[in-house]
């Protein structure tokens, strides 16, 4: 059973909480407290899967004891919920918080915010894994791509257009501001998956003081890992997002279709970053293993890290609230089938569009290109349009070579 915490200053939420929440009482032990003392005396005697808090609260407040759990309890998801929306909160609670929502909030929202945060954790077997992803409050960028949004902020014509672009290219900052406007700060009706829009609802402005006031965006601090050449991922990243859009393009796939693949293509390979970025020996093992004894990288990631790259990534980006179709696409693009899902699906187009990528000379006949599964493709009735998917493939390539 799931261990949650819930904290507020006020008893009368607490009751409040205590009663929408008693049809769950099954599914969930909780535990409510009051103040953030009482909180992390709570975190200290038993194990708790996920923390929900409010923010305004005397002494500590919500994003002073999100730090703290952050810092003694790693593995533990973190949760705002708040009534003051305005920006300074958000602010102030972007680094240590998974995800906010917003006060009041019906039982069938928390409660499927707190069931998926909880389904989460079993994707992630490894409790070393799961610590160490749940502690990363950003993904690093490139330094390049750091430095022209930086400029690009710092100037008095900042462009929103000129913004969304970079933010579009980058695998850390497009997974931030999907973070941010994902959350129930912005109220909105339907999912955001593409970040130029995500980037153009914060605004400049937002934008400007999240990343020279509270640096939600990082830089990457560390070499490439042996075996992982970090420009080439964030090439690969960026080609198998353009991809998988084409894909689903070409079979005439919805816009919101398009805008999740491309996204969900961008994010595929985010937990190779964040091994590459705590684990750099181990994860040059493990590559080091995939080159000489010929395993598949996610057999050898399983075997010697406990979870694959796949998993490592879907598991950060739901914990951020990311939405449902690309965290299944990340977490699921080595191994399809393992989704129930039927047609275009940014899935399909993420996975096809990683294997092309990754074939080489791109001309292959499907049954020879190693990582699509043609089983999968075969049942969604889709097999006899791989050659072409192929040749949306080179057309990038040649336009790649050629830039
Ligand atoms: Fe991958
Ligand atoms: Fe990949």
């Known amino acids: 059973m799931k261990r949650i915490l819930f904290v507020d200053d006020e008893e009368n939420v607490l009751h409040g909480l205590r009663r929408m929440l008693h049809p769950f009482r099954k599914e969930w032990e909780m535990v409510f407290t009051i103040g953030s003392e009482a909180a992390l005396k709570a975190l200290a005697q038993t194990e708790f899967d996920v923390v929900v808090s409010d923010m305004r609260m005397p002494c ?46 019906d039982s069938e929202e928390l409660k499927k915010v707190i069931t998926r945060a ?47 672009q970079i933010v579009s290219k980058d695998v850390g900052m497009a997974a931030k501001v999907l973070q941010l406007v994902n959350s129930a700060f912005f109220g ?14 914060l605004g400049v402005d937002t934008i400007k003081a999240l990343v020279l006031s509270v640096h939600v965006f990082s830089q990457l601090e560390f070499a490439d890992v042996e075996g992982l050449c970090l420009d080439t991922l964030w090439t690969h990243s960026a080609m198998t997002g353009a991809l998988a859009k084409k894909i689903i393009s070409e079979e005439d796939g919805s816009e919101q279709l398009r805008g999740d693949a491309l996204t969900a293509g961008l994010l595929h390979d985010t937990g190779k970053l964040i091994l590459a970025a705590n684990l750099p020996e181990r994860y040059a093992e493990v590559l080091s293993i995939v080159r000489d004894d ?18 490592v990534g879907a598991y950060l980006l739901g914990l951020w609230g990311l939405p449902d ?23 399909m187009a993420v996975h096809v569009a990683n294997a092309l990528m990754h074939a080489p000379g791109h001309s292959a006949e499907a049954t020879d290109i190693p990582s699509l599964d043609v ?14 998917w192929q040749s949306l493939c080179s057309e990038m390539a040649e336009g790649a070579a050629a830039q």
């Open 375 to 388: 089983e999968y493709i075969t049942q969604l009735g889709l097999l006899d349009r791989v050659t072409t």
């Open 188 to 201: 909105l009706r339907h999912h955001v998956s593409d970040p130029a829009q995500a980037a153009s609802f």
């Open 60 to 105: 500590m407040d919500g994003a002073q004891l999100l730090n703290e759990v952050k810092r003694r309890h790693p593995q533990v998801v973190r949760i705002i919920l708040s009534g003051h929306s305005e920006m300074e909160t958000i602010l102030r609670s972007v680094g240590p918080t998974h995800q906010y929502l917003a006060k009041p909030c």
């Open 118 to 164: 909880c389904a989460l954790r079993d994707l992630l077997s490894e409790n070393a894994l799961r610590a160490l992803a749940s502690q990363m409050s950003s993904i690093p960028s490139l330094p390049q791509t750091y430095t022209e949004i930086v400029t690009e902020l710092q100037s008095p014509e900042a462009s929103i257009q000129r913004i969304g």
């Open 294 to 311: 010929g395993a598949s990288l996610c057999e050898a990631e399983r075997q010697h890290l406990g979870n694959t790259h796949a998993e």
């Open 325 to 347: 179709p690309i965290v299944e696409a990340v977490a699921f693009h080595h191994t399809p089938r393992g989704c129930l899902g039927e047609g275009l699906t940014p899935l």
